[in-house]
T-cell receptor, first 113, second 110 residues
Framework: DAGVTQSPTHLIKTRGQQVTLRCSPK?????VSWYQQALGQGPQFIFQ???????QRGNFPDRFSGHQFPNYSSELNVNALLLGDSALYLC????????????FGPGTRLTVT | DAKTTQPTSMDCAEGRAANLPCNHS???????VYWYRQIHSQGPQYIIH???NNETNEMASLIITEDRKSSTLILPHATLRDTAVYYC???????????FGKGTKLTVNP
């Protein structure tokens, strides 16, 4: 049983560009959450998707958007990249939106130059 | 902002118990205490959670004080593979998001 998978593993982009990160949830999970983790900090909640809709959102600007597909996989899109967007982006899946346990993927390391 | 306070770092000898403290003095009645850990270069991993009573699973034990203002995560026999950052999180029941602080960097020494 595959756990949460994310692609790509690493990514380098230039300021002003746009990026799309992808996540496949653990088998049997229909809820996906995205987190941003800056170096030396704990992960920060970006948003959560369930039934193809955004359920809850953290304190992130509209440049951060997402999508969930009918197969429960999800994408995180970031427009107009800033240097400060350089971080590890983590995807987590769960059985239900308020499940006590979230399963995290290994993350995508984004570097903005 | 995170509702918890944890020491920045701790050390433990291999084979000994590791006791990681967490203060959550503003916790409300419907908020649970969660513990996750993050081993270097991996995503966070769920360890345990509790509301009022002490909890134990195959990974760890969680001791919550009677007033619920603090808790302790206990790893009974720490191994080198337990070296990680440990996050104590207070989460409202029914809420979807986890609010992480900076956590405690636990180093298990041989």
């Amino acid at each position: 049983d595959a756990g949460v998978t994310q692609s790509p593993t690493h990514l380098i982009k230039t300021r002003g560009q746009q990026v799309t990160l992808r996540c496949s949830p653990k088998s049997g999970h229909d809820t996906v959450s995205w987190y941003q983790q800056a170096l030396g900090q704990g992960p920060q909640f970006i948003f959560q998707y369930y039934e193809e809709e955004e359920r809850q959102r953290g304190n992130f600007p509209d440049r951060f958007s997402g999508h969930q597909f009918p197969n429960y996989s999800s994408e995180l899109n970031v427009n107009a990249l800033l240097l400060g967007d350089s971080a590890l982006y983590l995807c987590a899946s769960s059985i239900t939106p308020d499940s006590y346990e979230q399963y995290f993927g290994p993350g995508t390391r984004l570097t903005v130059t | 902002d995170a509702k918890t306070t944890q020491p920045t770092s701790m050390d433990c000898a291999e084979g000994r118990a590791a006791n990681l403290p967490c203060n959550h003095s503003t916790i409300s009645g419907n908020e649970y205490v969660y513990w996750y850990r993050q081993i270097h270069s991996q995503g966070p991993q769920y360890i345990i959670h509790g509301l009022k009573n002490n909890e134990t699973n195959e990974m760890a034990s969680l001791i919550i004080t009677e007033d619920r203002k603090s808790s302790t995560l206990i790893l009974p026999h720490a191994t080198l593979r337990d070296t990680a950052v440990y996050y104590c999180i207070v989460k409202e029941g029914g809420s979807e998001k986890l609010v992480f602080g900076k956590g405690t960097k636990l180093t298990v020494n041989p």
